[in-house]
């Protein structure tokens, strides 16, 4: 984010350049947030959803060169929310507001111009991209290090140790307020010119040219001679009042008729002798200065700086300055977690988003892309995924010392900021954690038992949900997997033996395993899908995800986002139903995909709660450095697009409009015809794909009634099934 009147002010007075072969054989420190806001931007991100796949190739291709010329990058990324944000809910919702202004403007024929509005409602946030940077740091060997609450103040750690773990900084001008002397601000890689055949070819990369390629940079000293040589704590508490994330503007200098310029902002605290004390005395009849009792805000903030809590060298947790704390400096910073909380999240096993409703005791649910103005993505969010976000917490909480056990969380929503929902953690406990402890089986019965699995699955992965599934069929099996808690004893070692144990707790936990082992109901449906379908991940996903929204009542045909353009337009009322079952278009596709990216990000979480329990109870060997190895292979880690609805509905879109829809001849064109417009993969795969999906849910549909669970509508998919098979 950095101190945008600073960097204005320090673009032109300030920034130099250099040569980057000078920072050759150098640790360079990235502030992964100010890199992803600074990468190149996919505009339409925000109209399909999921993770922008292409920025991952040119996030490689930068790394690569800088590596090329000799830098060795380490990424720190945020952990804990810390501090005071005043509008948490505004920055989702302007991009919403935003996304609906490109949607109309796409639909009025103005593709370049919607582009253009995409583009700036915003990309995903840094923190919703955190996962994907992981992913492909950790797939590219490149180190990173989560922080336990801000990565500026970890990466100053990491420049002033006697060590010097990092050699210089890449990040924002907060960095300057954590006492860091110099902050590299931007990479400026030079590369030959491409043909005109190469361009847009992403089998075609650009050659760099080191001995043309800088970076920039800003150095205190500079700033504190070209401000008039002003002592430093004035500069630091004039960056302070300019407005950050650590900090709001000083209301006096950010009126909607005039912000004042950083220069002003120096001027105007050096008139008050340099220090805040009497400034904000000065100005103690603003309204806003006395609402945000802004005084005690900067008094925090600075405390919040001097103090903050980062990972240290020896692994431990402290303060900085730890001899001088405030005893309150859990209200500067944020609340204390255990240790071992913080490792697990250094190293990429967890998600920070569970342990920031613990610690903060607030859950913020935030506007989705589309808007999520339908009552039915409303409902979702407050009342069936509310019981989940509760269980999730309880399991964490009820391995933590009693502090947590009895804290108050509240639930707040974009739609409705004036109302919550508050619980006590103690009126959830107990937690289910002791209904799940009995899934403790080793590798060597798992490797047996997929032994047995035959032909049917040769290599199907231990710790995947159609291993987890399929094993159970044999019911002896399913009864020599209920096996006593560790409690350090013979704890479980390897990454299969943790994800598989893992994995078969969450299945229990929802209610595809009961507290036998064996599957139930439910459990069968998904069994049922996963047999066509297949092991591999995203299709085990599509399954599992499949399964949740029947049975949360959201895998029908009815018009959920009435209020949003882009269904189905073409051919009569049935087409159009039948269309809608197989998948939504334009701003309703993106409607249904933030529904499905809601309950895959719940059921993630409880997951990730699962694993985590087992490592505080002691169940799992904690000797180990296969951290994100287990984050990647649990299930549901990546986030999928829209892009296969978007192939299915032109499709099918397109046969609406003509003579005889169902003719072969007529499908073969159409597909054929289809691929042009699909540049980075095979549009009639892709199709299959999709095909092969809708057999596996209606199967599931149909085990499911068979069964005796309630299937709304469940002669619609008969004849649903038998209009798409005219058309494949």
């Given amino acids: 984010m950095g101190i945008a009147t600073f960097d204005t002010w320090a673009a032109t007075r300030v920034t130099k350049s250099q040569q980057i072969s000078s920072l050759n054989d150098s640790v360079v420190g990235i502030d992964a947030t100010y890199y992803l806001e600074n990468s190149a931007k996919e505009p339409l991100v925000t109209a399909l959803g999921g993770f922008p796949l292409a920025l991952e190739s040119g996030i490689v291709r930068e790394l690569k060169d800088l590596q090329t010329i000799g830098l060795r990058p380490h990424f720190v990324f945020n952990g804990l929310d810390h501090g005071i944000d005043d509008d948490p809910f505004g920055p989702s919702l302007a991009s919403a507001t935003n996304n609906a202004v490109a949607f109309e403007t796409y639909e009025s024929n103005q593709a370049a111009q919607a582009i253009q509005v995409f583009r700036s409602s915003g990309t995903p946030t840094p923190a919703g991209l955190s996962e994907f940077l992981k992913k492909t740091l950790h797939k590219h060997g490149i180190p990173f290090t989560v922080a336990p609450y801000s990565a500026l103040a970890q990466l100053a750690y990491y420049e002033k140790h006697p060590n010097h773990f990092v050699d210089a900084i890449y990040g924002s001008s907060e960095l300057f307020l954590y006492g860091v002397e110099k902050v590299i601000t931007k990479f400026k890689l030079a590369h030959q010119p491409q043909d005109a055949s190469e361009r847009g070819n992403p089998k075609k990369t650009p050659q760099l040219v080191p001995e043309s390629s800088e970076f920039l940079w800003i150095d205190r000293r500079s700033c504190l001679e070209e401000l008039g ?62 609402r945000l009792d802004y005084l005690d805000r900067y008094k925090r903030a600075v405390a919040g700086i001097r103090h903050h809590v980062v990972i240290t060298s020896e692994g431990d947790i402290e303060a900085l300055d730890k001899e001088n ?37 607030t859950i913020l649910i935030l506007a989705p892309y589309d808007g999520g103005d339908s009552k039915v993505y409303q409902d979702l969010v407050r009342k069936q995924l509310e019981p989940l976000r509760r ?63 035959g032909k049917q699955s040769p290599e199907l992965p231990l710790g995947s949900i159609s291993f987890a599934v399929r094993s159970l069929q044999d019911p002896d099996f399913a009864a020599a997997t209920i096996t006593p808690p560790t409690r350090g004893q013979n704890p479980l070692q390897s990454r299969d033996e943790v994800c598989a144990n893992a994995v078969w707790r969450f299945l229990q936990l929802r209610g595809y395993i009961d507290r036998q082992h064996q599957l139930t109901a439910w459990g069968k449906v998904l069994d049922s899908i996963l047999s066509i379908t297949g092991s591999q991940t995203e299709q085990e996903k599509a399954a599992l995800l499949a399964v949740e929204l029947m049975r949360f009542g959201l895998l029908n045909a009815d018009t959920m986002f009435s209020a949003y353009s882009g269904a189905p337009s073409r051919s009569n009322d049935i087409d159009k139903r039948n269309c809608m079952l197989v998948g939504p278009l334009s701003r309703h596709l993106l409607a249904y995909h933030s529904m499905v990216s809601a309950v895959q990000a719940s059921m993630r979480d409880m997951l990730e709660m699962c694993l985590v329990t087992m490592f505080l109870e002691g169940g799992v060997n904690r000797e180990r450095e296969d951290w994100m190895e287990i984050a990647l292979t649990l299930p549901l880690f990546d986030e999928d697009s829209c892009a296969l609805g978007v192939i299915m509905l032109h499709y099918l879109d397109e046969l609406f409009v003509r ?39 209606y199967q599931g549909v149909k085990v499911a009634n068979e069964n005796g669970e309630y299937i ?14 005219q058309r494949r």
Wanted: aromatic share 10%; glycine share 4%.
């Fill in 391 to 453: 269980q999730t917490l309880s399991l964490l909480a009820d391995s933590l010392n009693r502090y947590y056990q009895r804290k108050e969380i509240t639930t707040r929503y974009w739609f409705d900021p004036k109302g919550s929902s508050k619980v006590n953690i103690k009126d959830l406990l107990p937690s289910p954690k002791d209904s799940i402890a009995s899934w403790n089986v080793k590798e060597d019965a798992m490797l047996n038992r997929r032994q047995t699995l």
């Fill in 659 to 697: 003579e005889d829809p169902t003719s072969e001849a007529t499908r073969e064109e159409i597909t054929a015809r289809s691929q042009g417009w699909v540049i980075y993969s095979d549009f009639k795969a892709s199709q299959q794909l999709a095909f092969r999906l809708w057999d596996a849910v």
């Fill in 712 to 725: 709304k509508d469940i002669e619609m998919w008969d004849e649903v099934d038998q209009w798409l098979v």
């Fill in 229 to 290: 040589r002003i002592p430093s704590a004035l500069f630091a508490d004039s960056l302070l009042l300019a407005g950050s994330k650590t900090l709001v503007p000083f209301p006096p200098t950010n009126k909607p008729t005039k912000i004042y310029p950083f220069r002003d902002v120096v001027n105007l605290l050096a008139s008050s002798g340099g220090s805040v004390v009497p400034l904000c005395n000065q100005y103690s009849d603003d309204e806003e200065v006395q």
């Fill in 325 to 361: 704390a405030p005893s309150d400096l859990h209200d500067c910073v944020g609340q204390r977690l255990p240790e071992e909380l913080n490792m697990y999240l250094s190293r990429g096993m967890i998600r920070p988003r569970v342990l920031n409703w613990l610690a903060s005791g």
